[in-house]
């Protein structure tokens, strides 16, 4: 009887310590907090990773996809916008406080742009993928200029001369994402 509870014990206790060690080294790996999308900046391993997929359907139907594509009615209208193009979701601008996730970034800030609002857009055709190209914006602003002045998004020069004042703007005064080491877009992918 005195063997059986020496072996519960030393399971018990092997139980415990595996526990304990596991769970303080999740709690040591992730200090420091998540952005919205649930990702965050590794300092001792040097990479920027995410935790979780976010996808935020508002009960309205709308979503922001990426820095320049929102989806409408449950993602049946899928509206990618016209004349401008931002980071990819996972691709890495390095600023001061090290890389990060600049796609995420340029969404970020986006969907605070947005805040409860429905965008009105005006269609102007459909691209390869289907995708509504539209420009759409927010109590009367543009949202494509917003992003462009803001340095979160590039003016797409190889389909619209529109928003390249405004990315002027913003590189000249080192805004959004002038002010770090990025790739543009169309080269990243």
Not at 13 to 37: C, D, K, M, P, W
Request: glycine share 8%; proline share 2%; aromatic share 14%.
């Amino acid at each position: 009887m005195l063997i059986i509870l020496i072996k519960k014990f030393f399971n018990f206790g092997f139980l415990i310590l595996i526990l304990s060690i596991f769970f303080s080294s999740i709690s040591i790996a992730h200090q420091g907090g998540l952005n919205t999308e649930g990702c965050h900046n590794d300092k001792e391993k040097g990479d920027y990773h995410c935790h979780k997929k976010n996808i935020q359907n508002r009960k309205d139907g709308f979503r922001v996809v990426d820095g320049d594509t929102i989806h409408f009615d449950f993602d049946n209208r899928k509206v990618r916008f016209s004349g401008i193009d931002t980071p990819e979701i996972g691709q890495v601008c390095t600023g001061n406080e090290g890389p990060f996730d600049c796609g995420s970034k340029a969404k970020e800030v986006l969907i605070n742009f947005i805040g409860s609002e429905v965008p009105i857009c005006n269609s102007e055709g459909l691209d390869y993928f289907s995708r509504e190209i539209s420009e759409c914006f927010v109590n009367g602003e543009s949202i494509s200029k917003f992003l462009v002045r803001n340095g979160y998004a590039f003016a797409y020069r190889k389909y619209s001369k529109k928003f390249i004042e405004d990315e002027n703007y913003a590189r000249q005064n080192n805004l959004g994402l002038w002010k770090t080491k990025f790739e543009f877009p169309w080269d990243y992918r």
